[in-house]
């Protein structure tokens, strides 16, 4: 068994980003494009190592060959972990999957067997920056996005009225997500957003070298500039973007670290923090209560 590696991250806190650098990467710097490849990224036909979300519905049905119209959601979190490993088995080249699950499930179980899992990038962002792009994301208030992040038993991607492309995926607070994921029992990376801005070669070389690229630093650096920003929200003007929830207008949206600072009143930047003011130290976000 090859083993996966995960790219971990509350939503909204930069993995989609990460991971266009990563294609870009493997492609020895190549213009980032969203409709390269149609193939499912868990069948063997797909090129890259660069999978989708693990919370793929089209992916549980296919490597289970089973319907999860028939399921409840309690028994569909009871089989995720076995579709992983299901598929970690015959999987080639060490894969790297985005996530936005917990790294325990709600039963307090692992969903990632640890066993299938190669090693797992860890992405954090200062949960006042989260909170604002969570909102323009999810077509809601600040102070409703504000009010998930603190709820132990979010679910993203829950729906009543279809079948959505993603199954549900329990978010048990921003602090919990985070703390979940740093204590898992597989080797971490660690970063932060805010780092990543401030120095994007380095930072994701750091990364590359974690997730076993053999590349040089003048790839990294085609990567970073292909995967600028700019070019990000231009490619999905051009064709469009997948993962785009259809009550936002666009994805790529801002990507600035310490953009709460001109958004969020007084009032919802202390709740926030009073919410995860312990989490926000361990991670060494300052604090303005």
Known sequence: MSGIYWIASYPKSGNTWVRMVLRSLEQGGAPVRFDDDNAPWWDP??????????????????VLDIES????????????????????????????????DAWLSSRGTPLFPP???KGAVVIVRDPRDVAVSFANHSGISIDAAIARMADPDCRLARTSKKMGSQLAQWLPTWSGHVAGWLDAPVRRLLMRYEDMKADTPGVMAK???FLEF??????????????????????EV???????PAVSSRFFRRGVAGGWRDTLSRQQAERIEADHGAMMRRLGYETTT
């Open 115 to 117: 066993e299938s899992t």
């Open 207 to 209: 990364i590359a070298a």
């Open 69 to 100: 119209s028939d399921l409840t959601e309690d028994e569909i979190e009871t089989l995720r972990s076995a579709a992983i490993l299901a598929w970690a088995e015959s999987a080639g080249k060490p894969p790297i999957v985005k996530t936005h």
């Open 214 to 235: 053999d590349t040089t630093s003048e790839t990294v650096n085609k990567a970073v500039d292909a995967a600028r920003f700019d070019r990000l929200q231009a490619e």
């Open 45 to 62: 036909s797909h090129r890259s190592r660069i999978g989708g979300i693990s919370s793929s519905r089209f992916f549980f049905e296919d």
């Open 238 to 244: 051009r064709s469009g973007f997948r993962e785009r």
